[in-house]
């Protein structure tokens, strides 16, 4: 009987780890609200909108990210892979929209309703995120700095990730662009309905140092990810071949990350062996020593969750942290959205006809300014 249990105890926790890694995948193709300057200029060709038009499209694009609140109420009442199904059919209609404008298989909608159209994309990234980022946290209570530094760095590793494969594969074809930016995420999130989900949290030291060596091993592979784009940016005019080898490298780095939940898996499996001579499961003897203890009486009394605890809207609303992390959000996120979404139009004034390499930089730092802050928050949070 205890070896059963623990080989079932061996695949839940490498079904965790494997639905992280799944949500890295997710969060990796997250972030297509930053790549508007890879296509904007094509947008603004067929269009024929000036310049005060086109940033009004992008700020179009901004604002279904604002309605991200509706897939935060969602998360509470509906299974992750429903918000992630929701996410993704939304990306893929705005985004399918946008392709077949930008390739001209259809005639320019309307100013209005190509609003419409951004709005949903950008709207479409809430749900992947929260999704993402509310299953792992709950994965991984005593590691939710770490976790979340790793997820939202990905997330801006995503920009670079689709500016330097759509360099190398379709040579910055903005319509290529787009078809990437609508089927890869539905895809993606098709896969991560089967392996995101809920999981029970670490309840022993062992596990936690556990988590922290295996987050320590998955910083360093998305350090590893985001030197090599970095590299493949400053390459002077790539060949084909160079380009494709190029690619098939990042997909390879990509998928690295899967050794974690085969080895948490492999790892469970000698211990099954000691299962076998007589010892059973800590929870066989708790479960024991509740039973032996009689009745007890318990009196449970609310307390106002603390940081790092999960907030009810009403309970975070009340707290002075939430008030000053929405007013630093509103005053200094938006700054960094209006230079990416301006991005083409700053390079083409500077003389640059190509700007992706910019985009891509601008992720690729990002990226280490997101996991180490993740890293650090959870350092003074404890």
């Known amino acids: 009987m205890g070896f059963f249990q623990l080989s079932s105890l061996s695949r839940s926790t490498a079904g965790k780890w494997l639905g992280l890694v799944t949500a890295v995948w997710i969060q990796s193709i997250c972030g297509n609200d930053y790549t508007f300057s890879n296509y904007s200029r094509a947008l603004k060709s067929l269009m024929h909108l000036t310049q005060i038009e086109l940033n009004n499209l992008s700020v179009a694009k901004d604002v279904g990210k604002a309605f991200g609140l509706l897939a935060g109420l969602a998360s509470d009442r509906f299974p992750t892979w429903a918000i992630l199904l929701i996410g993704s059919l939304e990306g893929l209609l705005g985004y399918g929209v946008q392709w077949l404008v930008v390739s001209q298989r259809i005639q320019p909608l309307p100013y209005w309703q190509m609003c419409i159209f951004l709005c949903l994309g950008g709207n479409s990234t809430t749900w992947l995120n929260t999704a993402v980022l509310v299953t792992c946290i709950r994965n991984f209570r005593k590691n939710r700095g770490p976790v979340s530094g790793i997820l939202k760095g990905f997330v801006g590793l995503s920009t670079g990730i689709f500016t330097d494969l759509c360099s190398a594969l379709f040579a910055d074809d903005p319509s290529s662009f787009l078809v990437m930016l609508s089927l890869i995420p539905f895809a993606v999130c098709l896969t991560g309905i089967f392996f995101l989900r809920e999981s029970p949290p670490a309840s022993t030291a062992a596990e936690s140092e556990e988590e922290s060596k295996y987050f320590g091993i998955l910083n360093g592979l998305a350090v590893i990810v ?140 990002g990226f280490f300014g997101r996991i180490i802050s993740g890293s650090v928050s959870e350092y003074f949070i404890q």
């Open 226 to 365: 985001a030197v090599y784009l970095l590299i493949f940016g400053f390459i002077p005019d790539p060949s084909t071949l160079v380009s494709r080898v190029f690619a098939g490298g990042q997909l390879v780095l990509l998928t690295s990350p899967l050794v974690i939940p085969l080895h948490s898996y492999f790892k469970g499996l000698p211990i099954l062996d000691i299962e076998e001579e007589g010892k059973e499961p800590l929870l066989q003897n708790e479960e024991k020593v509740r039973e032996e203890a009689g009745a007890e009486v318990v009196v449970r009394r609310r307390r106002r969750p603390v940081v790092g605890e999960e907030h009810t809207i009403a309970e975070a609303l009340s707290t002075m942290d939430f008030w000053i992390l929405f007013v630093s959000f509103l005053c200094g996120v938006g700054t960094g959205l209006a230079v990416m979404n301006n991005m083409g139009q700053i390079g083409l004034a500077l003389g640059y006809s190509d700007v992706s390499i910019f985009v891509a930089l601008t992720s690729i730092w």
